[in-house]
């Protein structure tokens, strides 16, 4: 192994030793606050040696037959490791008065960090399912952390139970495709499917298993039935993980997918992808407009916007995969925040705080929280100089530049649903305070002092806001990173014939 | 520079006036009404010192002119988007009367806003921010950002500070409709703006969000006429044109008072400039093409928004439907286009700002004296007050139209140009005329006239309210009786629109005929 593969490497390996270092802290003393740093160092660290990697890898270098580094893996492992470190520190604040054993949330969390990066750089179907795999069993146990909440532990079993099924639904897709062409390297697969595909019935059943799990996951309507639940049920930090970092890093995989074996071209594939996108998009928007849980909405949105999201990807042209890129950025940067603000006003102690109402009148006691919050949700809803609007800007341009009208059509349409619900939710902000006797039991962090355990959290909410104007107002430096972490080699500027 | 300060200052206002909110709330008026008088110092400053003989339109065969004042820096180069701001006759005239409606609009919320007043004085500067925006913008990309980010304080003004009207439907609601509606449409012109930015690059190799450079793009009737749709969607939502009008009556009724009279006064003219500025000169073979059905359109806006102006108990929802018949004057004249209709659409948008404006003040004047605006509950109030009734006469006339007046003035004028090329629709839209004052009657018999429920005299005007109606009446006999000044301003973009246009209107063989206004 040359030193430049351990370079490439390295975030990798730092992670990994990372979740030795604090299995063996905990194992020799449990203290919170230290094993918390330790984590977060780690995740800093790996985050440095991402950018380092990201200086160097401007050609992509395949690291076995399973791993490539390349800026588009560094991409995806950097918004993971930045999702990591963000629900790491709202995790701190989040469980510093909780009773039970703290630590192994930590644990946890740096395991499904590098089962996520190792998906992000993977080109092989083997590194697909042990990333996938190492990605989802920590998850398990993070939905269900709470173990003596029943709602927490009901997340954990659904999750566990329906994450299982698609694991083996990937997995017998992969085999029906190995079993025909004899290859699990995505590129050869590419090279197969542009010549054969109509004759062979086995693969096009196994691309369709693939889907279909990899749809699970992602939480593609009609695969989506988990997300509200789980997202209701566990812990406000674990969900902002989950929304996040697990979907880049499934979502940065099958992007590569779809662009090494060239998938968006073969129009069945297109159609079967432009059906789920249609779906989703109406189905997380529609079933968004009933919610008064501020959780279960926040689930039905990330169905809608992974919806948005697949537009981009099966525009599939030049501007897709930076599409897809700033995308991600600012939905995981939108998404954390939304996360971080209900972990700040919940307690893992009683109920969260997830209905609407607990959130009445939020701005006229917390005005810090409560702007994050609304911007937020503006961005969710796509509103300018918020980041969201940047990514639906994005992905209506690839649209129009691959003049795909009818996915337009349901993406404007989407959005002009979405905004009641996001509007109805953010304007219960800035209601007159409902009175003290209102207050439903159980919401006391909104009503007290903050703890100085908040400060964590506090401290990475304000980043997120700065991200989240920042990506809105002045978004170049981060468009020139989601252009240099293109995948397709000649990603200049879109080409567009006109439509005579 | 300057520019630059229109947007800054009210921007900057904005965040003092929040940070008032919890420091001292009190004081955040006066800030608010320091920082719109700057905007309008700014504006008037503008106004005595260009030359607005130019536009950056070429008039016919004349090389491309160049605007009066601009402002730009690159933003977001990858994506050719700069920030770029620029200023002709058309945009000065809306700037001024944005900043002298956003004092005003201070002025009248002076004793309306008691809760949270430091929230809602930066909701009504941002919005202020937002317009002008939308009215300097000189790059597409940075136009349909202010375009958007000026709704979301509109949204919380009236979701917050509105009125909910018993028996009617919430706040919340109406201001949910106003947002779903223009937003939605927005995006349907973001979809618009994309399209027109690709053709250009696919014809030029240059990707480009500048109106100057896209002005001239290639393209087929069809693509182009696709196009004209979507940003007409946007436009004709805004505006409102009939059948796209539904929020607009709930919107005002449930608003505050100085939410109303931004609303009618300046965000409804946004789609006015829109049309001016982006719909004729980006599209002006595919607006032609369109012209009828748009001025049939207009047209049926006259009509209804008068039929069901006339059929209204509440004031405020009467007002707006007046509103809409008003701004249907304007799409008329726009599409016919020629030189003295475009003057007289530019006149009628600011004879409707400050009519409407009156008018809703006066009608949040009476609620708050009264506590109620249901016309069936009025009545004899002339017996009642010493000043206020006149003022509604005044305003009442000026939007039926009084020869003398600012909104006659404009509605000539449109009728006039427009009938020499459409004499039906002409025609037609005269008998709005007629029907308007036949709606302003009845909303004067109704409130001032018949016998007085009690006697028991209402605390009439104070100086405040005084002040901010007496002006509003100067500005408008202004308009009506020494209206140079205001054509002089926006004679060169008319023209220049007009020879852009005519070309495309007319006949092949027929010549365009210009004609100035002296």
């Known amino acids: 192994m040359t030193q430049l593969s351990l370079l490439a490497l390295s975030p990798l390996l730092i992670v990994s030793l990372t979740s030795v270092v604090v299995m063996l802290a905990i194992a020799i003393q449990r203290n919170h606050a230290l094993i918390a740093l330790i984590s977060m160092a780690g995740l800093a660290l790996a985050l440095a040696a991402t950018a380092g990697v990201w200086l160097t890898a401007a050609a992509p270098s395949a690291l076995t037959a399973l ?36 630590e192994e949330m930590y644990l946890l969390l740096l395991l499904a960090t590098l089962g996520g990066m190792i998906m992000a750089a993977g080109a092989h179907f083997a590194s697909l399912f042990v990333g996938l795999e190492l990605l989802s069993m920590p998850m398990y146990g993070m939905a269900a952390y709470l173990v003596k909440e029943r709602r927490s532990l009901e997340a954990g079993m659904k999750y566990l139970v329906l994450s299982a099924v698609a694991s083996a639904f990937i997995l017998f897709g992969m085999a029906l495709i190995y079993s025909e062409w004899g290859t699990m390297i995505f590129g050869e697969i590419g090279a197969q499917l542009a010549v054969a595909l109509d004759d062979a019935p086995l693969v096009l ?59 968006a071209q073969d129009s069945a594939l297109a159609d079967a992808l432009s059906l789920l996108a249609i779906l989703s998009i109406i189905a997380g928007n529609v079933l968004a407009l009933r919610q008064l849980n501020l959780k279960r909405l926040l689930a039905y949105s990330a169905i809608a916007h992974f919806g948005y999201m697949l537009v981009a990807l099966i525009s599939s042209g030049p501007l897709a995969t930076e599409a897809v890129g700033v995308y991600l950025l ?142 809105g107002v002045y978004p170049s430096p981060f468009v020139n990173l989601a252009q240099g972490a293109g995948l397709s080699p000649e990603t200049g500027v879109p080409v567009l014939t006109e439509n005579r | 520079m300057m520019l630059l300060l229109l947007l800054l200052v009210p921007f900057i206002g904005g965040l003092v006036c929040w940070h008032l909110q919890r420091l001292d709330p009190g004081q955040a008026r006066s800030v608010a009404l320091g920082t719109m008088i700057v905007v309008l110092a700014l504006a008037l400053a503008l106004w005595l010192t260009g030359d607005y003989s130019q536009t950056l339109l070429p008039l016919a065969g004349d090389p491309p002119g160049h605007w009066v004042q601009q402002f730009s820096v690159p933003w977001i180069p990858r994506l050719g988007i700069r920030f770029s701001l620029g200023l002709d006759g058309l945009s000065l005239l809306l700037v001024t009367l944005t900043a002298l409606l956003g004092v005003l609009s201070v002025g009248c919320s002076w004793r309306e806003i008691h809760t949270n007043a430091g929230f809602f ?70 979809v618009a703006i994309l399209a027109l930015v690709f053709v250009h690059y696919a014809a030029s190799g240059e990707l480009t969000f500048s109106y100057a450079d896209l002005l001239a793009t290639p393209m087929s009737a069809r693509t182009a006429f696709w196009l004209m749709l979507g940003f007409g969607l946007a436009f004709a939502v805004k505006l409102p044109l009939v059948p796209f009008h539904s929020w607009l009556p709930d919107a005002h009724s449930q608003a505050p008072t100085a939410g109303s009279v931004i609303l009618a006064g300046i965000l409804l003219k946004t789609a006015a400039f829109g049309l001016l500025r982006y719909l004729l000169p980006l599209f002006p073979a595919a607006s032609a093409a369109f012209a009828p059905y748009a001025m049939a359109l207009g047209v049926l806006g006259i009509i209804y928004g008068a039929v069901c102006a006339f059929g209204q108990n509440d004031t405020k929802r009467l007002v707006a439907y007046t509103s809409i018949s008003h701004m249907g004057f304007i799409v008329l004249g726009v599409f016919a286009g020629t030189q003295i209709a475009l003057q007289g659409v530019m006149m009628q948008i600011l004879a409707h700002g400050i009519s409407a404006a009156g008018l809703f003040i006066l009608c949040g004047e009476l609620q708050e004296r009264l506590e109620t605006r249901d016309l069936r509950k009025m009545g004899g109030l002339w017996a009642r007050f010493t000043n206020l009734p006149q003022f509604g006469l005044f305003f009442i006339l000026a939007s039926l139209g009084l020869p003398g007046l600012g909104n006659f003035l404009g509605e000539f004028l449109i009728l006039l140009g427009t009938f020499k090329a459409h004499p039906r629709l002409a025609m037609i839209g005269t008998v709005g005329l007629v029907l308007s004052a036949v709606y302003s009657l009845i909303l004067m018999q109704r409130t001032f006239y018949g016998k007085p429920g009690t006697e028991a005299p209402i605390p009439d005007l104070d100086r405040r309210e005084f002040a901010i109606l007496t002006t509003l009446a100067a500005v408008m006999i202004w308009l009506g009786l020494y209206p140079r000044p205001f054509f002089a301003v926006s004679r060169a973009p008319m023209q220049a629109l007009q020879s852009q246009y005519a070309p495309a209107a007319t006949e092949p063989g027929e010549p365009a005929t210009v004609r100035e206004i002296p």
């Open chain 2, 121 to 190: 004085y930066m909701n009504l500067l941002w919005n202020v921010v937002g317009v002008m925006g939308v009215f300097l913008a000189t790059d597409l990309f940075l136009f349909f950002l202010f375009w958007e980010v000026m709704l979301v304080p509109m949204f919380f003004l009236i979701a917050l500070w509105g009125h909910d009207i018993p028996g009617g439907r919430p706040r919340l609601y109406a201001a949910i409709k106003f947002f779903i509606f223009t937003q939605s449409a927005g995006l349907v012109m973001l």
């Open chain 1, 205 to 263: 059943l196994g691309v369709a298993l693939l889907l279909i799990g990899l749809g699970f996951k992602l939480s593609l309507a009609p695969f989506h039935l988990w997300t509200p639940d789980v997202y209701q049920g566990a812990p406000a930090p674990v969900v902002a993980f989950l929304g996040t970092a697990s979907k880049v890093a499934v979502f940065a995989l099958l992007l590569r997918y779809v662009v090494a074996t060239h998938a």
């Open chain 1, 330 to 471: 600012t939905y995981t940067v939108t998404t954390l925040a939304a996360f971080g603000v209900i972990s700040l006003v919940s307690s893992p102690l009683e109920r969260e705080a997830e209905a609407l109402c607990d959130y009445r009148g939020l701005f006229w006691r917390r005005p810090g929280l409560a702007a994050i919050l609304t911007l937020a949700l503006l961005s969710l809803a796509g509103v300018p100089l918020t980041a969201g609007f940047l990514g639906k800007f994005y992905v209506l341009g690839a649209g129009v530049d691959q003049r795909q009208w009818l996915l337009l059509g349901a993406v404007v349409v989407g959005s002009a649903v979405g905004l009641l619900f996001y509007l109805r939710a953010m304007i219960q902000l800035y209601l007159s305070p409902a009175s003290a006797a209102d207050l439903p039991a159980g919401v006391p962090a909104s009503a007290g002092a903050v703890p100085a355990s908040l400060g964590a959290g506090t401290g990475v909410l304000i980043v997120l806001l700065l991200l989240m104007l920042a990506l």
């Open chain 1, 67 to 102: 791993l490539i580094i390349d800026r588009f893996g560094s991409f995806y492992m950097g918004l993971i490791l930045i999702a990591a470190l963000a629900t790491c520190a709202l995790s701190y604040s989040y469980l510093a008065r909780y009773p039970g054993r703290r």
